[in-house]
């Protein structure tokens, strides 16, 4: 099948490459993604091993929802998780975690790669005129993506901000 669709996108987060790494794996095994409302995961076991399958629904600002089967062909934890994808989007796609350090600590880049043909007979039939809306789509739920894991970070977590005396929730009091 050919790749009709190839999208990357960069994200640059301002946590360690662990940190950020931490916080993908555990969205994509516990079910829950709070930062990123378009995508919904069903819980996976921890951590990801080549072969799991993680199964996801991703609502398209359109209304439309993709479903897909990612079976993971590579996890190199803290640096690369890649899988193939089936479902209602056949090919593959890659998260790649890069350190970029400097004076203003540590950061990391995410560079999300996919490569995909589309599966729905409607989509394909509709391809050759609703491709600039299916690539806006793509860079909405990404761009909301980024936007969602920027502020989980600037929220922080307990242990993060333990003893931060701007912090003026305690220790384990529920963020809204």
């Not at 829950?32 to 996801?56: F, I, K, Y």
């Not at 993060?160 to 809204?176: C, I, L």
């Amino acid at each position: 099948m050919s790749r009709e669709y190839a999208f990357t996108s960069h994200w640059l987060v301002p946590v360690s490459v662990e940190e950020c790494w931490r916080l993908c794996e555990r969205s994509l095994t516990t079910g829950v993604v709070a930062w990123w409302p378009a995508v919904r995961v069903e819980p996976q076991p921890h951590p990801l091993t080549p072969g799991d399958v993680v199964r996801l629904q991703v609502r398209s600002p359109w209304g439309y929802r993709l479903r897909v089967a990612l079976t993971i062909t590579a996890a190199t934890p803290p640096r690369l998780l890649a899988a193939a994808s089936t479902g209602d989007l056949a090919g593959r796609g890659s998260l790649r975690l890069t350190p970029e350090g400097g004076a203003a600590g540590a950061r990391t880049r995410l560079t999300w790669v996919w490569e995909v043909a589309l599966v729905r007979r409607w989509m394909r039939v509709a391809s050759p005129v609703l491709r600039p809306a299916f690539a806006a789509a793509h860079a909405i739920v990404m761009r909301r993506g980024e936007r969602g894991l920027l502020a989980e970070i600037a929220r922080g977590s307990d242990v993060r901000n333990a003893g931060n005396p701007g912090d003026r929730e305690s220790p384990g009091t529920p963020r809204g």
